[in-house]
């Protein structure tokens, strides 16, 4: 498939996997606000040169997945069990109120960036993510594991952690303005998103059986 379409799936499944507020794309907003745009974009320069090397890792591990089709029938039943819980999770459990973030201390551009790395290696979930993500497009023909193809999902993703990061430190303002619907609206898309990708993992099991 054109490289261009693959960079901007990874584009896409990236900003799904950040668009919910966590760690990363809340601390972002708090060291814009405290500190201005220019540290924010610094923090998620960091963040980003580790989602590189997970996105990486994590298709050379669906690349050996994928030689290995029983162990990806586990996988898919796992997968279609978490992004079941997490449905439900988000349209009838979350909370509408966000969680309190500690304020970062750190002042200088460079510990903002080496704050991104810090906070990136330990934020590991992109790897099982991007794993699954690829092996399912892989599965659809949608990407294969060439060269070209890796580097186009990996740069897609990369730009899509930025740009999910780069939305939440020009618009926090406004959605702290209006919490309470914001979150219950946020948490419904996501809700629905992984609704979707529920259902599809569930036609990819039964058509393999």
Request: aromatic share 14%; proline share 3%.
């Amino acid at each position: 498939m054109n490289i261009t379409i693959i960079f901007f799936l990874g584009l896409f499944f990236a900003m799904i996997g950040v668009i919910p507020p966590g760690l990363l794309n809340m601390t972002a907003a708090k060291i814009s606000l405290k500190e201005g745009h220019i540290r924010g974009m610094v923090f998620s320069a960091g963040v980003c040169v580790i989602v590189l090397i997970q996105t990486y890792l994590a298709s050379i591990f669906a690349r050996y997945l994928s030689m290995h089709p029983e162990v990806i029938g586990v996988l898919r039943s796992v997968a279609l069990v978490i992004f079941i819980l997490i449905t439900i999770y988000f349209l009838f459990v979350a909370k509408s109120t966000p969680k309190q973030q500690i304020d970062p201390k750190i002042k200088s551009k460079h510990s903002r960036f080496f704050q991104g790395i810090f906070l990136s290696i330990i934020n590991v979930f992109p790897i099982p993510y991007q794993a699954y993500m690829t092996i399912t497009l892989a599965s659809f023909g949608w990407m294969t594991f060439e060269k070209s193809s890796i580097m186009a999902y990996v740069i897609g993703a990369a730009t899509g952690t930025f740009v999910t990061l780069y939305m939440y430190i020009f618009f926090f303002d406004k959605v702290k303005g209006k919490t309470f619907t914001s979150q219950k609206n946020m948490n419904r898309i996501i809700g629905g998103i992984t609704g979707v990708i529920s259902i599809v993992t569930l036609i990819n099991i039964i058509q393999d059986l």
